[in-house]
C-alpha cells in the first residue's frame, strides 16, 4: 500500500490553505484529492467580490481568491488528484479513493485533513408543501448554474432563507435581468452578513420579509408561485396571513450542513450543534492522525477565516507527522446562555500553543451585550459588543499562560449584559 | 398474427402493471406496444408508493386480490434475480396497540393462512421488541409475517420494461390517448400522436384506468385517486427498524406504515385522502404532520430532523374495492382498480392478463423469448477489483457525479442508452439513483443535465425534469 505523509481530502480554501501550510511546515509528501474538475471549491462559482480582506486587504471574486491559493500549490509542487471522489477513510488512516485514471486506490496516511466543505439544505429536509416541479433550486446550485455553465435559471424568482449564497444571488439574478419579488426569512433576523443585505437587497429594492415562510409551492411541472405565510414565535404559520407570489423559480437559502458523511465511516465524533468533528485546539478529532478544518469543521461566514484555521489545520498535522502528538489533560470548552457552540472544543493545556482562538456563533441578536468566558465558573475575560447576530461568527482568545496557576476542567463562553 | 393491425396489443399505461403485461405478453408471439402519457415509465402510481411486497394476508380470501397477491409476491423474490431489480425479503409486522383488538390481529392470521401465507406468528409485545428495540411499549403483539418483502419499484417496471422491450414490445412515452374506438374485430386508439390500431388492448392506465375503460365499456367504473403522503429520512436512520411495521387499523385510523426501504433509507406513510383531481400529488402541511404523528405510534424514536424529502402518491380506488382484470368487454382486458397490494401483485397480474390474450389470439410462447436481463452495475457497491476493472473497460464509471448516492457518469450515461431509455432526470433519478441522496440533486442536477443533453443531442434548455413544460433552465447567459 502506497503511504502518504498527509492526505489532504477537498481542494477547496480550506484544503489548500492546510496542504500549503504543511508543506511549508517541512512535509514534502502531501497530496490533495478533489472531487471537481479543478482546484479552489465553491468559490469558483463565487464570482462577486468581497473575498480577502482580511487576509490580502484587497477586495478579490472567489476565483481570484482561490487562485493565490492554488497559484502556490503549483508553486510549491503539492500533488493533487482532481475528479477523484475518496470512498472510504478508515480510523487507522487508510483512504480509498476513486478516479477515472486509477481505477479503486487504497492508500495510507501519517496525518489526514478532512476538509469536504458543507452543502445546502434541500427543499425536502424543509418540508415545504405543494408540488414537486422543476424550478426549485437551492441558492447555490443556481450560482453554479449561472456563473459556471452559463444558464439563467429563471425571470422571476422567489427566495426562501436569507442566507449570504441567497442574498447574492437576489444580487445576481437582478442583475441579469430577472425580477426577484422578495426575499422570505423564517426567523426574526437574517441569516446573512449585514454589508450582503445593504448590497444585494436594499441597494437594488428587494424586500425582505422576517418572520414569514414558504406554505405551499404551486405549479405541477414548473414552479407557478408560492404562496407565503407569517409565521409566530414558534415558527408556525399564522392562518390567514397567506400571500401568493406568482414566480417561476423558488431559490432556497436556508442553511448550510457540514459534509461529514466520510467522517462518520471513519468513526469520527460530531459534534450534534455544528454538525462537524469535535477537535482540540490543534484542530485534530478524535481520532489521532485526523484533522478537520473549513466548512465541514463549522460553516464560516467568510473565507478568511477558513484559510487562517486551514493553515493551522495543515500546521498541527506536520507537527504530527513528525511526532509531536498533541496530548495531557483536556479542558472541556462549551457555550452557553446564547452562545452555541465553541470550536474547538476542547484545549490540551501541555501541548497547547501560545494562545488559541475559539470561534462560536450567537443563537440571536444581541445589541451591547458581552461576551464572557468563565474558568470553572470564575469569568476571566469579558468584552463589550455593540451588535451581536447569527449570521456572523464571534471569536475570542484563550492563552496559555493563563492556566500558570491552575489548569480549569471546563472553559465556558456566554453572552452577558 | 393480423396483418390489419399495427399491433396486436396495444398496453395503455407504463407503469409497474403495464410494463408487467408487456413483460409477459412479450413472451408470446405477439406484437405488443405499450403507450404512456409520460415521458417515461413508471411516472405515475408506480413511482410514489410503499415500495412493499405484501406477503399476502390482508386480502380476502378468494378475491382477485388475495390470489393476485401471494402469487405475485412469489413471482417478485424470483424475477429479482432473474431480472436484477433490488428487493429484500425484511419480514413485516402488524403492531396490535389494544388488547380488544386481538381479534382483529387473529382474523388478519387466519386470512394469511387461508391465502396461503407462510410462516405467519402471533408475537407478544416483549416479542416485539427483542425483535425490533425501537418499536413501542404501547405495542401489546404483532402479526409477523417472515416473507414480506421490500423492493424498487423503480427498478421493478423499468426491469420489465426493458425485459419487454427485449422481445421487441415497443414503447411510445408522450403519447397521450385520446379516444378508443371499435375496429372490426378489434380497436383504433386514438392519440395525441396518431392514431395505433390493435386486436387487443389491455387497459393499465392507473388512475385513468376508468376513463379509458369507459371509453368502449357498457358497465361504467369510477375510480377515485386516494392521495397518500409519505416522508423519506436520510440513510443514517435506515436501520431504526429492519423489519416494515404496520398498524393494526383501530380507532386511530388505518394507520401508518415505518420501514427501511431497499436501499436503506427510512420510509414513514401513507396518509389517506381522497381526491378529485388525479394529478394532485402535491404534499399538505397536514397531511405530512398526520403521518409524521402516526407513524410516532409505532416506532416513537423516528428522527424527523434527519428527513431528507416528503412526496404524495396516487392510489386508484375502485367503488368495488377488488381489482378489475380480466376481458370487459371482447377483446378489451382490464387491468384497474389496482390500488395495494398493486406494486406486489403487478407481475401476476401481467402473467394472469398474458394467458387470457395469448389463449384468445391462439398465440404460441415465444421460441428462445427473452428471460433473464442485467442491471446497471451499481459500481459504488462492486468489489475494489470489479470497481477498478470496469472503470478500466470504461472511465466513466470512474467518475463519481452523485456524491451522496456514489452515483457514477457512466451508470447515468447507461440509463439514457437503455431501451427504454431514460429521456429526463426524472427518468435517470429513477434508474440509477442520481439525485436521491441526502442532498437532493444540489451538487449533482447541473453534471445530470449536461450529460443528458449530450447524450440526447438536445441543448440545455430542452432538458427536462419530466413532462414537456418542466425544463430545468430557461436560457444561455
Known sequence: MTQHDIIIIGGGPAGLAAAIAARKAGIGDVLILERDDKLGGILNQCIHNGFGLHTFGAELTGPEYAERYSDQVEELGIPYKLRTIVADVSENREVTYVNSTEGVVTVKAGAIVLAMGCRERPRGALGLPGYRPAGIFTAGTAQRLMNVEGYSVGKKVFILGSGDIGLIMARRMTLEGAQVCCVAELMPYSGGLNRNIVQCLRDFNIPLLLSHTVTKIHGKYRVEGVTVSQVDGNRRPIPGTEEFYECDTLL???????????????????????????????????????????????????????????????????????????????????????????????????????????????????RDKSIAVYYDGVRVQKRKKRIMAPGEMEQITIRKDGFAASVPEKITVTVED | MNDNFDFDVCVIGAGVVGCAAAMMLGRYELSVCVVERAEDVCSGTSKANSAIVHAGYDAKPGTLKARMNVRGAAMIRELSRTLDFSYRENGSLVLCFDEKDMPKLNELYERGIKNGVEGLRILTGEEVRRLEPAVSDKAVAALLAPTAGIVCPFGMTVAFAENAAANGVEFRRLTTVTGVERRGEGFTVKTDRGDITSRFIVNA????????????????????????????????????????????????????????????????????????????TETTAEGTASVKQRALLSVPSVPYNMTITGFAGLRAHEDGDDFIIGESAPGFFDAAGIESPGLTSAPAIGEYIAELIAKKADARPRENAVTERRGIPRVSELPAEERSRLIKEDPAYGVIVCRCENVSEGEIVAAIRRNPGAVSLDGVKRRVRQGMGRCQAGFCTPAAAAILSRELGIPMEEVRKNIPGSELIKERI
Open chain 1, 252 to 366: 432556497l437559502s436556508c442553511g448550510l450542513l457540514p459534509e461529514n458523511e466520510l467522517s462518520r465511516q471513519a468513526g469520527v465524533g460530531i459534534d450534534r450543534v455544528t454538525g462537524g468533528p469535535v477537535v482540540d485546539d490543534s484542530l485534530m478529532t478524535d481520532i489521532p492522525g485526523v484533522f478537520a478544518c473549513g466548512n465541514v469543521l463549522h460553516v464560516h461566514d467568510l473565507v478568511d477565516y477558513v484559510s487562517e484555521e486551514a493553515s493551522r489545520a495543515g500546521e498541527h498535522a506536520a507537527r504530527f507527522v513528525k511526532g509531536s502528538v498533541p496530548e495531557g489533560r483536556e479542558i472541556r470548552l462549551e457555550g452557553s446562555g446564547g452562545v452555541r457552540y465553541t470550536v474547538p472544543q476542547l484545549i490540551r493545556p501541555d501541548t497547547m500553543a501560545d494562545s488559541v482562538v475559539v470561534r462560536f456563533r450567537v443563537a440571536d441578536v444581541y
Open chain 2, 205 to 280: 392506465a392507473g388512475v385513468y384506468s376508468d376513463v379509458i375503460h369507459n371509453m368502449i365499456c357498457e358497465n361504467k367504473l369510477h375510480i377515485t385517486p386516494r392521495r397518500g403522503e409519505y416522508v423519506l429520512l436520510d440513510k443514517q436512520t435506515g436501520e431504526l427498524v429492519s423489519h416494515t411495521v404496520f398498524q393494526l387499523p383501530g380507532a386511530y385510523g388505518k394507520g401508518v406504515l415505518v420501514t427501511p426501504t431497499v436501499h436503506g433509507n427510512l420510509l414513514v406513510g401513507p396518509s389517506a385522502e381522497d381526491c378529485g383531481d388525479p394529478e394532485d
